[in-house]
């Protein structure tokens, strides 16, 4: 079965500074990768979907990268602040779905003023 | 438009008790999922519906059943509540247009069995 690691449960930064992010995944071959943000007793929320053939994407501060050969995605914010402090969830997913719309562990990140 | 409606939002139950948790979405998306998220443990499918009449279970589907009972409901039952079933429980619904493939989750239900 699939298995998804995120480099660690938890990393402090300090404001300013670019968090970065680690997915690896193995037993799978997905044909896109999702970022999510889950804040504490909420849902996660979506925030960007990068596809096999992409390399990598942004969107405002954030940059995710796919490397397929390395089966690991790194997802970047830039310019930190405070209120990106929250619970980072990292899901490979092709268009089929099924059981294999699963998430990574989780990386808390707290970014420290 | 609301996404995703989870119901309760908290429960507490005796051990041998028995809940249904209840899932909307009016997206008009095929998919449903119903997760469990325990510290450490991130999120764990427990059941999921790739369409309106059909269930497959997950990874931790033992204690739970599943029904869908329209494109927009997907509920949760649990038969006889344990204590190791205490968790948060997330209903999601993703998207699978290609142009803009995301899932939606429900804000969760908390769940403590004593």
């Known amino acids: 079965s699939q298995k998804i690691e995120q480099n660690s449960e938890a990393l402090n930064i300090q404001e300013g500074k670019t968090a970065t992010l680690t997915c690896n995944y193995t037993?799978?071959?997905?044909?896109?990768l999702q970022w999510y943000r889950q804040d504490p007793g909420r849902g996660p929320v979506f925030l960007l979907l990068?596809?096999?053939?992409?390399k990598e994407k942004r969107k405002e501060r954030l940059k995710v990268t796919f490397d397929t050969t390395l089966k690991q995605s790194l997802f970047h914010i830039t310019a930190s602040q405070p209120a990106d402090s929250a619970t980072y969830l990292c899901?490979?997913?092709?268009?089929?779905?099924?059981?294999?719309?699963?998430f990574g562990p989780g990386t808390r990140l707290s970014v420290l003023p | 438009n609301a996404g995703v409606t989870q119901t309760p939002k908290f429960q507490v139950l005796k051990t041998g008790q028995s809940m249904t948790l209840q899932c909307a979405q009016d997206m008009n998306h095929n998919s449903m999922y119903w997760y469990r998220q325990d510290p450490g443990m991130g999120l764990r499918l427990i059941y999921y519906s790739a369409s309106e009449g059909t269930t497959d279970k997950g990874e931790v589907p033992n204690g739970y059943n599943v029904s869908r009972l329209n494109k927009r409901e997907f509920s949760l039952r649990l038969e006889s509540a344990a204590p190791s079933q205490t968790s948060v429980y997330f209903c999601?619904?993703?998207?699978?247009?290609?142009?803009?493939?995301?899932?939606?989750f429900g804000q969760g239900t908390r769940l403590t069995v004593v």
């Open positions: 999601a619904s993703p998207s699978r247009d290609r142009s803009n493939t995301e899932a939606f």
């Open positions: 037993n799978y071959s997905p044909a896109y």
């Open positions: 899901a490979p997913a092709d268009d089929n779905y099924g059981q294999n719309f699963v």
């Open positions: 990068i596809r096999e053939n992409e």
